[in-house]
């Protein structure tokens, strides 16, 4: 049995204020012991931690109209779960894996299975703080852009690590100095935003419409998966060469075409796995003609077999 919650339930069950400046919003009883509880360390920084302990199958709504996009870094600390955007994204969280992505007038829900604890630690940054820091163009995206768009999906590095357990430490603290906090969170924007930008002055030569030309390279992958994408062949598509393209991929999301090809298909893999796909099937649809060689990748990526990942069978 799945419990859901409706955006309107949540903040009905909400608002209570807890010690040191956060905010909870308290899910129903019967959905289990599940809450969040958000801090805003200055305008359009939000700080933000979740557990979730379900006692069934759950599926929150969630929505974020505003026209303003804003980036998402979610550093999963225990569990997994999952959000579904109503545009038909798809976004991981799994343990020891830090989730990028930006979004814009979004809705959709977030999923989560019974009996297993989630924890994350999340910081978002809207646009103008994103500009405050980083320069205007710290972000590329279009006034087109709406929706969640994945940015990047890794194994949380240890500097990450180390600034998350940082800020971990820091909440537990009753009497803790709210300006250590900024600080840590800052640190870890800038740790984060390291590894998926490069300095203004490397940006130059890369055009508006090269960049909207790199999107449709990306729009193409989630849509392509279970071709054999080619370096020549996305090249052709977007009308680039191969050096615009890589440096293109470098700058927007941090990484070569391989790689982001290579999450892309492992995230559609567990969302593919997760609803009852059988494992030959799941491969077969991300790009993999043999079995053995999508369980050997799928292992490699994210720690454990495809046939650990349980879903409705039919």
Not at 135 to 153: C, E, K, N
Not at 195 to 201: K, N, Y
Not at 292 to 309: H, L
Request: a positive charge; one cysteine or more; aromatic letters at 8%.
């Amino acid at each position: 049995m799945t419990y859901r919650i409706r955006a309107a339930d949540i903040e009905l069950s909400g608002g209570r204020q807890t010690p040191a400046g956060w905010t909870r919003r308290q899910l129903p009883r019967e959905a289990g012991a599940c809450h969040t509880d958000y801090r805003l360390l200055e305008p359009g920084v939000l700080l933000v931690r979740s557990r979730y302990e379900p006692r069934s199958d759950l599926v929150e709504e969630s929505a974020y109209p505003d026209e303003a996009g804003a980036l998402a870094i979610v550093v999963a600390l225990t569990g997994e779960s999952e959000y579904r955007g109503d545009d038909g994204s798809t976004l991981g969280f799994r343990a020891g894996h830090t989730t990028i992505s930006t979004f814009c007038r979004s809705a959709g829900e977030r999923r989560y299975r019974s009996g297993t604890p989630v924890t994350h630690l999340r910081l978002r940054v809207d646009q103008t703080a994103m500009a405050r820091y980083f320069g205007p163009d710290a972000w590329p995206t279009r006034g087109s852009d709406r929706g969640v768009r994945l940015r990047a999906f890794h194994k949380t590095s240890e500097a990450v690590a180390a600034h998350a357990a940082r800020l971990q430490h820091q909440v537990a603290q009753p009497n803790g100095v709210p300006i250590d906090l900024h600080i840590s969170a800052l640190s870890l924007l800038a740790e984060v935003m390291r590894g998926v930008q490069q300095p203004p002055s490397h940006r130059a030569g890369l055009s508006r419409r090269d960049l909207e030309k790199i999107e449709h390279v990306h729009q193409l992958m989630q849509t392509q998966l279970h071709r054999p994408l080619t370096i020549a062949y996305l090249c052709l598509s977007a009308g680039l060469s191969e050096y615009k393209l890589k440096d293109g991929i470098r700058r927007r999301y941090g990484t070569t075409p391989h790689r982001l090809l290579h999450d892309l298909r492992m995230q559609r893999a567990w969302t593919l796995l997760e609803t009852g796909c059988q494992v030959a099937q799941a491969g077969w649809q991300v790009g993999y003609a043999h079995p053995g060689n999508f369980s050997a990748a799928f292992t490699e990526y994210f720690g454990r077999t495809p046939k650990t990942v349980f879903g409705k069978r039919q």
